[in-house]
């Protein structure tokens, strides 16, 4: 019980994470400003992880604008405010206003601490009055991330890199062993101030992580772990932004290429071992805030020695293909299949995950998992044994 207990508060540290990954920035006004006018901008609130946060958002914030001699303090004074349910790969904005210093002019930049570190860039045109007709101009969207205080360190070196990889579940069966549980995470290693980050953008997308998998017969005398997949990898990160909004069609979501060791941790006759090297891309069919599908094929290949389970490419192949096909904030359906070589072994995972929020007091929004799983390879244990089952619970990230 205190192993399950453990367990459940770690996935709901890990969903509270969740809501750090979002990403912020300024959408600048698409007309140039005039001194002493009033401003309106965007703050556009991305949540690219998949599953639902809860972001606040203040009724006004402290911003700085700066030119090349001069800084002043503004207010953005905001229509709207509080909490915002944003679905997972989905977005959500805030309208703001300020007023624009009288002796402002040139090419300016406003700057944000919170609630994320944003910037953008105000066009303004001196020598006209604020109701003089305005032309239009181009304004980029900017994630250009400004320095922070050292008070906020603990934030810039954990909460703001650490966020979801695999799902996260726990979920119960008939069979022996009755329960199964995964929890999954990954850090960013380069943070955006690191100075080979700003040397090297796409050191930004480079990822420590890390995933347990566990086969517990809780049911058994003492309730032993059936057998637990310990999976470290290092992995590079490519994410394409994709509007939800954008009519149907293939999108390109990015990609993952990593090095991934899977072990259970056992010596002797139970010990297993092996290391791949993978590429997985994510493309999508649909509208991402409506129904979609979402096509996820990962191909690896094998790059140590498998003494320990020298015929494990036989059951596990060189090819995992899953197919999610849903809607963000409803049920969706996810399979996994791989085929062995000689295509004749191979497993079939399907995933149903229903979205359930327990109350407005706790506000912990999960999932309903069932799970059906049959084929080879479930554990590392018993790699070449084939089992089917089918297991039921809850899921914080799916």
């Known amino acids: 019980m205190r192993n399950l207990l453990a367990l459940i508060l770690f996935l709901r540290l890990a969903a509270a994470l969740a809501a ?3 990403v912020v920035n300024l959408l600048a006004p698409l007309e140039a400003a005039v001194p002493g006018g009033e401003v309106q901008v ?7 992880t998949p599953t639902e946060v809860i972001f606040e958002t203040p009724l006004t914030l402290d911003a700085r ?8 303090k503004v207010v953005l004074r905001g229509q709207a405010g509080g909490g915002a349910q944003i679905a997972a790969r989905s977005f959500s904005y805030r309208a703001f206003a300020f007023r624009l210093p009288d002796d402002a002019g040139g090419r300016l930049v406003l700057e944000l601490d919170r609630p994320r570190p944003a910037r953008a ?5 001196t020598g006209v009055a604020a109701d003089e007709p305005r032309r239009a101009v181009t304004a980029p969207l900017s994630n ?8 906020s360190a603990i934030q810039r070196t ?5 966020s979801p990889h695999e799902s996260s579940y726990f979920i119960y069966g008939p069979d022996a062993p009755a329960a199964k549980f995964q929890f999954s995470f990954k850090y960013r290693l380069f943070g955006e101030q690191a100075a080979l980050g700003e ?20 049911e058994a005398d003492s309730s032993p772990f059936f057998d637990t997949s310990y999976m470290p990898e290092v992995l590079f990160e490519s994410q394409a932004f994709a509007d939800p909004g954008s009519p149907g069609g293939l999108k390109l979501l990015g990609y993952h290429v990593g090095l991934k060791h899977e072990s259970n941790g ?37 790059v140590s020695d498998r003494s320990n389970n020298p015929t494990i490419a036989d059951y596990r192949g060189n090819l995992e293909l899953t197919a999610i096909v849903g809607r963000n904030d409803r049920f969706a359906l996810a399979l996994t299949g791989r085929l062995g070589h000689g295509a004749h072994r191979g497993s079939l995972q399907a995933d149903l995950t229903i979205p359930v929020q327990f109350n407005r007091l706790l506000d912990f929004a999960t999932y309903v998992l069932i799970q059906y799983w049959d084929g080879y390879g479930e554990s590392l244990r018993d790699y070449d044994r084939r089992t089917s089952t089918v297991r039921a619970g809850f899921s914080l990230v799916r």
Not at 199 to 218: K, N
Request: proline share 6%; hydrophobic share 50%; charged share 20%.
């Open 266 to 302: 056992r010596d002797g006759a139970a010990s297993r071992s092996l290391n791949i090297v993978y590429f997985r891309p994510a493309v999508a069919f649909g509208r991402l805030d409506g129904w979609n599908l979402l096509v996820v094929p990962r191909v690896f290949a094998y």
């Open 199 to 218: 040397a090297l953008p796409a050191l930004r997308g480079v990822f420590l992580g890390y995933t347990q998998r566990s086969l517990w017969d809780i």
């Open 65 to 72: 604008l700066s030119g090349e001699r001069r800084t002043w």
């Open 144 to 151: 250009i991330l400004p320095s922070q205080p050292a008070a």
């Open 20 to 22: 750090q990954n979002v």
């Open 158 to 162: 954990f909460a703001n890199r650490l």
């Open 121 to 125: 860039l105000i066009e303004v045109r």
């Open 42 to 48: 965007d703050l556009v609130i991305l949540n690219p």
